[in-house]
């Protein structure tokens, strides 16, 4: 059975900053995700806070929404065939760390909080993270 799904993908700002953000989309197209929407903003604190509103409770927060709003981030939608777990696999650990190899984190991944992308961790965060960066 077809399962089609959209995700969320943020090239974070270390990564953009390295100017990586080219030689991810290309390792997403190469795995065969459609890049269906895609643009490079940057993007206030208090807009980072809603965005990460899930965490607001977790000591790294203020950490975490000042540094998404630091510099230039490229927020995609991403299709494919389960999407969404494709692209949590593609994506790896949280902590580069523990991430294995082959995927983004390990590869480029700095750091638990400079770990170069964001992905959509359910069919219906995504719904909700797309239309919080592309509702018209
Ligand atoms: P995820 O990005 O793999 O879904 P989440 O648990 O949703 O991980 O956390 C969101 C982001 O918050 C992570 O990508 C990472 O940048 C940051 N983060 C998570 N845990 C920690 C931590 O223990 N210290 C610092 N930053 C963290
Ligand atoms: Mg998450």
Known sequence: MSNLEQTLSIIK?????????????????SKDFIILKEKKIQIEKSEAEKFYKVH?????YN?????????????MVLEKENAVLANRKLMGATNPK???????????????????????????????????????
């Open 13 to 29: 700002p270390d990564a953009v900053e390295r100017n990586l953000d080219d030689e991810i989309k290309e390792i997403f197209k």
């Open 56 to 60: 607001e409770t977790k000591p790294f």
């Open 63 to 75: 950490d975490l929404c000042t540094y998404l709003s630091s510099g230039p981030i490229v927020v």
């Open 98 to 136: 523990d991430a294995e190899d082959g995927t983004i984190r390990k590869k480029y991944g700095i750091s638990i909080d400079k770990n170069s992308v964001h992905g959509s961790d359910s069919v219906e965060n995504a719904k909700i993270e797309i239309d919080f960066f592309f509702k018209d």
